[in-house]
């Protein structure tokens, strides 16, 4: 397990709680917007952090920081995750995962294991557009669609969120979007941002109102719908 980034407080990253941020490195998809791309393609070139560093710092913070919220990356491909978080949860905190959802089996063992209080699974477009999506000409779209099951139908805290990329997302994804995952609990659009660590740069971000109509067509069968990063006003 390669800690390649670490972010000591955030008001953000999990919802309702002060927290700290660990970003894993490594990742199984190549997602073109991807704001992490360091963490995808030059891993090895990351600083890192050891995991005594990060479990020291967490036990000063006690009662300070509520959470902690593992990211990357995609933090289900490391095997030693499992005992990464045991550790985290001996101190007292909850735990906060942000995945593709590519790895269910490993989602469900957490969860049964105690080890996770929540998780924020990336959509990352209609199903039958994951192929442009993930930069991957062929994505096995089974263990997403397991996942995003075990979510709806479970009793796991959850967020759904899709980051919207005007040349990669229209209607049709979110028409689709809101038949695959209708009832989620909790929904949000990201605003897409271009930056030098995009993995492919040049891509643009939707106007205020196309989110919006985004947000009302998901709206018909999804009853918490949000917009994130961008002002509405």
Known sequence: MKICGFNKTTLLDYPGKVAA???LGGCNYRCPFCQNSPLVTKVERQPEYSREEILSFLKKRRGILDGVCISG???TLSPELPDFLLDIRRLGYEVKLDTNGSRPSVIKELFQNGLIQK????IKACPENYGPATGLPSPDLSPVLETADFL???TLDYEFRTTVVKELHGEKDFKKIGRWLAGAKAYFLQAY???EEVLVPGFSCCSPETLKRYR???LRTIPAVEIRGIDLD
């Open 216 to 218: 009302q067509i998901l």
């Open 193 to 195: 941002r271009d930056s």
């Open 152 to 154: 709806l139908n479970g």
């Open 21 to 23: 941020t660990v970003f």
């Open 73 to 75: 990356g995609e933090p």
């Open 119 to 122: 998780v924020a699974m990336d």
